[in-house]
């Protein structure tokens, strides 16, 4: 059980990578698991700063990376050489700068390039990731056509203007919102949806805040169809990070059905390993915890109580997230509590949980903390 705990505490990466990019990032990920030797994959991106982050989002993973930027005056055999070289103690390797340089040397360039794949391939026994802009593409496909054959995968990473309507700007809290103003917001999404069904992240992620308003109300057939709706929209833009959340409802709704195992199965397969390949340790910690509320209700008290003293709380740590820790502890003393063990469970209320909430100036969870103090 180590190797999830470490993954777990390493930097929460995934904020950075586009929702749109998800299904991409994942294709890389499971490129470079590969390790077969020469791979040619060409990433696309229109921003160098958005490049960086997704390079820099790969180095836990791959520590042994190396970024090389290819000068302008650099020749081919030197850049063959380089590259060679590189490929002895470094795995993936990212090369950018390929515009600045065909910009100063002229397309043509790509021609001894072409000309210098097989060599380019027995001398580099790992993964080669061209950093390319769009505008470039059409050179490189002319200009060093078999090169280009020999490419492994393109993957898209360029940043578009995101299509939204006011109605996208506008999701209530549901933590804090009265009934009326919850059952307007799901009202006018609604009535968006009559007249607005194309297929979009930002409208998949609206179906999926119906459904959360649903299962809120009470609505649980609506919240159902609308999370498998949200779930196949999401699957159509290849957006992981949706698909993973959408599943994650439709495991809420499960297990308030009472279908434990598929709502556990949901979690285990579909929903933690997105999370985990997207290294987003937050959304991780948060299923993992919704895991041990299945087993808790199977009445697995030890598995429950393991994940959340040894996946789920150190996470909340890390991040300094005290509200989370705060929960988390809270969780903790339930199943101490199942368990009979109420000295070290009421302890956990009194010293750790409660003094949180009343520093925050959270009345509410305060006062559920003193309920169940009482209990």
Request: charged residues 30%; negative net charge.
């Amino acid at each position: 059980m180590q190797e999830p705990l470490a993954l777990s505490l390493k930097h929460d990466r995934s904020a950075i990578i586009d929702n749109r990019h998800t299904g991409e990032y994942l294709r890389l990920v499971r490129l470079l698991k590969r390790e077969i030797g020469f791979q040619f994959v060409i990433a696309l991106y229109t921003s160098q700063t958005y490049r960086q982050l997704l390079i820099g989002s790969l180095a836990d993973s791959y520590p042994l990376a190396v970024v090389e930027e290819i000068s302008p005056e650099t020749e081919v055999a030197e850049l063959v050489d380089r590259l060679g070289i590189l490929s002895q103690a470094s795995r993936p390797i990212h090369v950018v700068g390929a515009g600045v340089w065909l910009k100063q040397k002229g397309p043509e360039i790509l021609r001894p390039l072409n000309r210098s794949r097989e060599r380019l391939a027995e001398k580099v026994a790992t993964a080669l990731i061209f950093w390319l802009e769009p505008s470039t593409v059409a050179e490189w496909a002319h200009e060093a056509p078999d090169l280009w054959a020999w490419r492994t995968a393109v993957l898209d990473f360029c940043e578009r203007p995101v299509e939204i309507d006011a109605i996208h700007r506008a999701p209530v809290f549901l933590g804090g919102s009265d009934r009326i103003a919850v059952e307007q917001r799901l009202l006018d999404i609604r009535k968006y949806f009559e007249s607005h069904g194309t297929t979009s992240s930002a409208n998949a992620w609206l179906r999926l805040e119906s459904s959360q308003i649903e299962w809120r109300l009470g609505q649980i057939p609506a919240a159902l169809s609308d999370a498998q709706l949200a779930r196949d929209q999401f699957v159509e833009v290849d957006d992981r990070r949706g698909v993973a959340s959408a599943w994650g409802r439709i495991a809420d709704v499960l297990m308030a059905r009472g279908e434990l195992d598929e709502a556990l199965r949901i979690r285990r397969e579909e929903e933690l390993p997105v999370y985990d390949k997207l290294g987003d340790v937050r959304s991780r910690a948060v299923t993992l915890g919704k895991i041990a509320d299945v087993l808790m209700a199977r009445g697995e008290l030890d598995e429950a109580l393991r994940i959340r003293r040894e996946e789920q709380l150190p996470v909340f740590e890390m991040l300094g997230d005290v509200r989370s820790r705060a929960v988390t502890l809270g969780q903790i003393a339930d199943v101490l509590m199942a368990r009979g063990e109420l000295d070290e469970a009421l302890r956990i209320r009194r010293e750790e949980e409660l003094p949180v909430y009343e520093k925050l100036g959270d009345v509410r969870s305060r006062a559920v903390c003193l309920g169940q103090i009482a209990d």
